[in-house]
């Protein structure tokens, strides 16, 4: 089709042709243009949808989840917000960086920000969601936090194998391991431990879901020890990563403006 002109638009052309004796170059030319055919076969770059991947990390992203999560969520709402629609697939977080890198997939949702990532990772505005990273502990033994180095006659769980907050690694407290985020609720709330390093969010999500019985039992203790803002990414080596997130920033602008952002969140991340 392309390069040359569909059957039915020649009577146009040699028609507007035969009138070029009586009209100047120009109208004929214009003539010319207008009997083109307008060919569909360019579709708008703002149908294609935008590849999304994420992981699993409830309550902020999951395929379990309403929505994806509230991450994907905001991202979704956002991109909609500017004309555009978007997949979704669900990744364990290793595979879903190196398949974002291969160029499977356009952008990465729910991810933090460093310099490092900022080489082949375009970050627009953030999704309003802080992960914030601290304790819990139980309702009838309350524990001060904001001096660290008063923490050291406490029994702390954390984690085997999670990357824990600068602050908190740099204290060199005694900690005890366990082996994800519920076991380590469970033995504080058995009183095996005083204190739980947790993400606020996985917290109350745990306790809304499958640690029930602690609801009320275990509460968070401000101040929390880092607040890292999460982002949905978009790639930097790729020609349309940065309309993708040009679109992107415009759709949070308007969610802030429009107060959409804020319901989200309040219906999606009330522990905030």
């Known amino acids: 089709m392309k390069g040359r002109v569909q059957e039915p638009h020649r009577r146009h052309l040699q028609f507007a042709i035969r009138l070029a004796p009586m009209t100047t170059r120009r109208d004929c030319l214009r003539r010319l243009v207008a009997a083109l055919p307008v060919l569909p076969t360019v579709a708008r770059a703002a149908d294609t949808p935008v590849r999304l991947v994420a992981t699993e990390f409830p309550p902020y992203t999951g395929s379990t989840l309403p929505g994806g999560g509230i991450a994907c969520e905001i991202t979704r709402a956002a991109l909609r917000q500017a004309g555009q629609s978007m997949t979704l697939s669900f990744r364990p977080w290793a595979r879903a960086l190196l398949e974002f890198q291969r160029g499977e997939h356009d952008g990465v949702i729910g991810t933090w920000r460093s310099a490092e990532r900022e080489r082949t990772m375009l ?22 936090v904001d001096d660290m180095s008063a923490l050291r006659g406490q029994r702390i769980g954390v984690v085997n194998g999670y990357a824990n907050p600068e602050r908190f690694e740099a204290a060199k ?100």
């Open 123 to 144: 970050f627009p505005p953030p999704l309003g969601i802080l992960n914030q990273v601290g304790f819990m502990c139980r309702a009838d033994h309350r524990i001060r």
């Open 173 to 272: 407290l005694p900690v005890e391991t366990a082996v994800d985020d519920l076991a380590n609720l469970r033995k504080l709330l058995a009183g095996r431990v005083d204190l739980a390093l947790i993400d606020k969010g996985v917290g109350a999500h745990l306790l809304e879901t499958q640690l029930r019985e602690g609801a009320g039992k275990l509460v968070w203790v401000e101040p929390a020890i880092s607040e890292l803002p999460l982002y949905t990414v978009f790639s930097r080596t790729r020609p349309e990563g940065e309309r993708f997130a040009a679109a992107f920033a415009r759709g949070v602008g308007d969610l802030h403006s429009n107060g959409r952002l804020a319901a989200l969140l309040q219906q999606g991340a009330r522990w905030q």
